[in-house]
């Protein structure tokens, strides 16, 4: 009977992940588990996906090689569109190490997605292609890791076997590097110029093999093996939920986690509070009795509460931990050629907010003595108001996101028809300030 269960949950949870792409390609090497989480992130097409393959063909016995780029973006939409819009999880090992790289969707339609995977990361690996130098998403995608406290970062200068002029990668280098001083970033981050393309398929110049190796060094040196937090009360951060497979997928923040614990659903939900049994757990496909901090894990829930469970929220010990709406921050908006908006903002805006947990929206409240925020400007006394609850503490950072919008280029031919000279073309998420929770209200 209980070998039935598990086997029914091993496919059922097989089949969640599937469809999510999500674990596809987990090498299990050995039964240890890749304990520092590295999301490799960067602007769409500048070379993330390719980059964790060739990181894969490196860290692998010569007989195992062949994952490609489509064998990670296997989603069918994935495949449609030519872009990886899930997360993908891929384990390596390295020298007694193991990294379990997050590539993260560079496109901004994906930004939830990515957000999601970069919230799990320990380190990131920040592509940047050598012949379009820092992009809108990579600026975006730096600043989501800067607002969960991502303080350790190796940029990866891709695609320089495209470059054959050395200013023009010196130039690229000096802007990145421009960047990651205005984020806060250490001015010796490594910055290592190669091609993951030529390193997936073997090649050995410089620009090949030896840059991906170079990179794995970096990785060993400056990513530090992450303290987990094993002892405090249990609380887990839900990444996917499939309801009809009665599935949810996360990290486990903090804590240990065994099966059959009653666990309560916090964040996003009014004040009833919900629990739900723990009936199975899976960490690699395998079948666990309990889990810990650190752990990525698929939990089993066999009855009806798991109706009430949804990304974003936390899983965590009853009556342990609770989720707020109303809080104090100091808040610090883009200039417009930071890429932010160039308009101020004033009491009553409402902005999409991402947490480490989740994005909500929030309404703000500037002081009395305050008319509006220009940008380029910061201010520690705004009230920030949510509209659903989540869990959050004095400390945490935020990202304050609004779409930044595009405009068709000037069609010579419409020229004189006005309506058609403002036609929108695409809105583009983007980060346009960070702010940091100083006080919880309510
Ligand atoms: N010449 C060259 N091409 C590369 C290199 N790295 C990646 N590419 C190519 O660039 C394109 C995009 O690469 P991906 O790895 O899919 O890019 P990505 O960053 O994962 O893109 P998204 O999934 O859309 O975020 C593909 O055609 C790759 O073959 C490189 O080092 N050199
Ligand atoms: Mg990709």
Same mark, same amino acid.
């Given at each position: 009977?209980?070998?039935?269960?598990?086997?029914?949950?091993?496919?059922?949870?097989?089949?969640?992940?599937?469809?999510?792409?999500?674990?596809?390609?987990?090498?299990?090497?050995?039964?240890?588990?890749?304990?520092?989480?590295?999301?490799?992130? /960067?602007? #769409? =097409?500048?070379?993330?996906?390719?980059?964790?393959? +060739? *990181? %894969? !063909?490196?860290?692998?016995?010569?007989?195992?090689?062949?994952?490609?780029?489509?064998?990670?973006?296997?989603?069918?939409?994935?495949?449609?569109?030519?872009?990886?819009?899930?997360?993908?999880?891929?384990?390596?090992?390295?020298?007694?190490?193991?990294?379990?790289?997050?590539?993260?969707?560079?496109?901004?339609?994906?930004?939830?997605?990515?957000?999601?995977?970069?919230?799990?990361?320990?380190?990131?690996?920040?592509?940047?292609?050598?012949?379009?130098?820092?992009?809108?998403?990579?600026?975006?995608?730096?600043?989501?890791?800067?607002?969960?406290?991502?303080?350790?970062?190796?940029?990866?200068?891709?695609?320089?076997?495209?470059?054959?002029?050395?200013?023009?990668?010196?130039?690229?280098?000096?802007?990145?590097?421009?960047?990651?001083?205005?984020? /806060?970033? #250490? =001015?010796?981050?490594?910055?290592?110029?190669?091609? +993951? *393309? %030529? !390193?997936?398929?073997?090649?050995?110049?410089?620009?090949?093999?030896?840059?991906?190796?170079?990179?794995?060094?970096?990785?060993?040196?400056?990513?530090?093996?992450?303290?987990?937090?094993?002892?405090?009360?249990?609380?887990?951060?839900?990444?996917?939920?499939?309801?009809?497979?009665?599935?949810?997928?996360?990290?486990?923040?903090?804590?240990?986690?065994?099966?059959?614990?009653?666990?309560?659903?916090?964040?996003?939900?009014?004040?009833?509070?919900?629990?739900?049994?723990?009936?199975?757990?899976?960490?690699?496909?395998?079948?666990?009795?309990?889990?810990?901090?650190?752990?990525?894990?698929?939990?089993?829930?066999?009855?009806?509460?798991?109706?009430?469970?949804?990304?974003?929220?936390?899983?965590?010990?009853?009556?342990?931990?609770?989720?707020?709406?109303?809080?104090?921050?100091?808040?610090?908006?883009?200039?417009?050629?930071?890429?932010?908006?160039?308009?101020?903002?004033?009491?009553?805006?409402?902005?999409?907010?991402?947490?480490?947990?989740?994005?909500?929206?929030?309404?703000?409240?500037?002081?009395?003595?305050?008319?509006?925020?220009?940008?380029?400007?910061?201010?520690?006394?705004?009230?920030?108001?949510?509209?659903?609850?989540?869990?959050?503490?004095?400390?945490?950072?935020?990202?304050?996101?609004?779409?930044?919008?595009?405009?068709?280029?000037?069609?010579?031919?419409?020229?004189?028809?006005?309506?058609?000279?403002?036609?929108?073309?695409?809105?583009?998420?983007?980060?346009?300030?960070?702010?940091?929770?100083?006080?919880?209200?309510?």
């Amino acid at each position: 009977m209980i070998n039935r269960i598990n086997q029914s949950f091993i496919q059922r949870l097989r089949y969640a992940l599937c469809a999510l792409c999500i674990g596809t390609l987990i090498v299990v090497a050995n039964t240890m588990y890749a304990n520092t989480k590295v999301g490799i992130i /960067g602007h #769409p =097409d500048h070379g993330s996906g390719t980059l964790a393959v +060739a *990181l %894969l !063909a490196i860290t692998q016995e010569a007989g195992e090689r062949g994952t490609s780029v489509d064998d990670m973006d296997n989603a069918k939409e994935e495949q449609e569109r030519g872009i990886t819009i899930y997360n993908n999880y891929i384990s390596v090992e390295h020298k007694n190490r193991d990294f379990a790289l997050i590539d993260v969707p560079g496109d901004a339609d994906f930004t939830k997605n990515a957000a999601t995977g970069m919230a799990q990361m320990d380190a990131a690996i920040l592509v940047v292609s050598a012949t379009d130098g820092p992009m809108s998403q990579t600026i975006n995608q730096l600043r989501l890791a800067k607002t969960i406290g991502i303080k350790h970062i190796i940029v990866f200068l891709n695609k320089a076997d495209l470059v054959e002029d050395t200013e023009l990668i010196e130039l690229v280098e000096q802007e990145v590097r421009e960047l990651l001083s205005q984020h /806060g970033f #250490p =001015d010796n981050t490594p910055v290592i110029r190669g091609s +993951a *393309l %030529l !390193a997936s398929n073997g090649d050995t110049s410089v620009v090949g093999v030896p840059s991906v190796n170079k990179l794995l060094a970096a990785m060993h040196k400056n990513f530090p093996l992450p303290k987990r937090d094993t002892q405090s009360d249990f609380m887990l951060q839900v990444n996917h939920v499939f309801t009809d497979k009665r599935v949810v997928v996360g990290q486990v923040e903090r804590g240990t986690v065994k099966k059959g614990d009653k666990v309560e659903i916090v964040g996003l939900s009014g004040t009833d509070k919900h629990f739900v049994t723990v009936d199975n757990i899976q960490i690699n496909e395998k079948d666990v009795n309990t889990a810990q901090a650190g752990d990525r894990i698929g939990l089993l829930i066999n009855d009806d509460g798991i109706n009430h469970i949804e990304r974003g929220q936390m899983l965590a010990e009853p009556d342990t931990v609770t989720a707020h709406t109303k809080f104090k921050a100091r808040i610090e908006l883009y200039t417009k050629e930071e890429g932010g908006r160039n308009t101020p903002i004033f009491t009553g805006h409402r902005h999409h907010l991402f947490f480490t947990t989740t994005d909500i929206t929030g309404e703000i409240t500037l002081p009395d003595d305050l008319e509006f925020l220009s940008p380029g400007e910061e201010h520690a006394g705004i009230t920030v108001e949510l509209l659903q609850p989540t869990v959050i503490t004095k400390g945490n950072s935020f990202s304050i996101m609004a779409g930044i919008v595009m405009k068709d280029e000037e069609d010579e031919e419409d020229k004189d028809k006005d309506k058609d000279k403002d036609k929108i073309k695409h809105t583009i998420p983007s980060v346009i300030g960070i702010g940091t929770i100083t006080e919880i209200l309510e």
